[in-house]
């Protein structure tokens, strides 16, 4: 019997370290699988990966396809990066499920848009703040909720930019300017709190005076309204009246001045002439006068019609008068 024992025991032995390395084998293989799956992984477009390794911030990657430390060892978070996200202020859309984009409790909201203006009166202001991931290290570790922190300071700087201007302003001509000012605002603070977001645009919605006095507002308003457009009405015509008797006024005085010219001109050239001729009657008078009387007739007798010049001696002018009807009858 102590022979088959000695005979069997080197036969166990090898089936054992056969065993040993097919299991050994097994779990390399296994382990080789597991790195294979967690070395490689991907990030989708418009997202940007955070690799952490044991916890701590390595690198930031953009998308494609990447390699990591197996086992754990590396992990990643992806952020989207080019994604639009928006937060709303005073009411809330149907059918949202991001948590940050409004506050899910109605007296909160009601809470955001009752504000105060810098003239003491009361109004209601819903808005809504469009924003993106812009480096996504800071906004994963440098404050913890940054979207809910970012929701704070939009509520703060709008109550701050609002309580600045009076209310004719917040609710009718100063909408635009109150948009610029609260995102420059906006965006000073979040990179002093190093959120990593970036504030493209905020936006004002419903802008109105609280609802006991809203009807009373809206009649202001369109009286406001009312003048506007007579006193647009009225500068139209102030604009087509006034232009044309200007006109009227200018061609006036250019006809004016253009006929003094004229006359200024005649008179000119009737003194050059008169001193022309009282040269030459200097030079010979009678001969002057004699060429001036017969100009003069020359002029005169033929607007004079029919007339007969007889001698003073002649006693009958009759048959000159019946010769002179003979020769109009012919």
């Known amino acids: 019997m102590a022979e088959n024992i000695e005979f069997n025991l080197p036969n166990s032995l090898k089936e054992l370290k056969?065993?040993?390395?097919?299991?050994?084998?097994?779990?390399?293989?296994?382990?080789?699988?597991?790195?294979?799956?967690?070395?490689?992984?991907?990030?989708?477009?418009?997202?940007?990966?955070?690799?952490?390794?044991?916890?701590?911030?390595?690198?930031?990657?953009?998308?494609?396809?990447?390699?990591?430390?197996?086992?754990?060892?590396?992990?990643?978070?992806?952020?989207?990066?080019?994604?639009?996200?928006?937060?709303?202020?005073?009411?809330?859309?149907?059918?949202?499920?991001?948590?940050?984009?409004?506050?899910?409790?109605?007296?909160?909201?009601?809470?955001?848009?009752?504000?105060?203006?810098?003239?003491?009166?009361?109004?209601?202001?819903?808005?809504?703040?469009?924003?993106?991931v812009e480096e996504p290290q800071s906004f994963l570790f440098k404050v913890r909720e940054p979207q809910d922190t970012l929701r704070d300071i939009s509520e703060s700087v709008m109550r701050t930019v609002v309580g600045d201007r009076t209310v004719d302003e917040v609710i009718t001509i100063g909408r635009q300017e109150i948009e610029s000012e609260a995102l420059i605002q906006m965006q000073r603070l979040v990179d002093k709190y190093e959120l990593g977001l970036k504030v493209d645009q905020v936006q004002l919605k419903d802008v109105n005076p609280p609802k006991p006095v809203q009807n009373s507002f809206n009649e202001v308003n369109q009286a406001q309204q009312e003048r506007e457009q007579m006193i647009n009405v009225a500068n139209g015509e102030?604009?087509?009246?006034?232009?044309?008797?200007?006109?009227?006024?200018?061609?006036?005085?250019q006809s004016a001045a253009g006929y003094a010219l004229k006359r200024v001109n005649e008179a000119e050239g009737d003194v050059s002439r008169f001193n022309a001729i009282l040269t030459e009657y200097l030079k010979a008078p009678e001969v002057t006068k004699?060429?001036?009387?017969?100009?003069?007739?020359?002029?005169?007798?033929?607007?004079?019609?029919?007339?007969?010049?007889i001698d003073a001696?002649?006693?009958?002018?009759?048959?000159?008068?019946?010769?002179?009807?003979?020769?109009?009858?012919?």
Do not use: C
């Open 238 to 253: 102030y604009n087509k009246v006034i232009p044309r008797a200007r006109g009227e006024a200018d061609q006036k005085i």
């Open 290 to 309: 004699r060429r001036l009387y017969l100009e003069t007739m020359e002029k005169v007798i033929p607007k004079l019609g029919k007339k007969i010049i």
């Open 18 to 132: 056969a065993r040993l390395a097919s299991f050994i084998w097994i779990i390399v293989a296994i382990l080789v699988l597991i790195a294979g799956f967690t070395m490689f992984y991907t990030i989708q477009a418009e997202s940007q990966g955070v690799v952490l390794r044991f916890g701590k911030y390595i690198k930031t990657v953009n998308p494609g396809l990447h390699v990591k430390v197996p086992f754990g060892i590396d992990t990643y978070e992806i952020v989207q990066v080019e994604r639009q996200l928006k937060q709303e202020f005073g009411f809330a859309t149907s059918g949202s499920t991001n948590r940050s984009q409004y506050n899910p409790s109605s007296a909160e909201r009601e809470h955001e848009r009752n504000m105060v203006t810098g003239d003491l009166n009361a109004a209601t202001v819903e808005w809504i703040v469009q924003y993106r």
């Open 313 to 330: 001696d002649a006693q009958q002018i009759l048959p000159l008068l019946q010769l002179n009807d003979n020769v109009s009858t012919r």
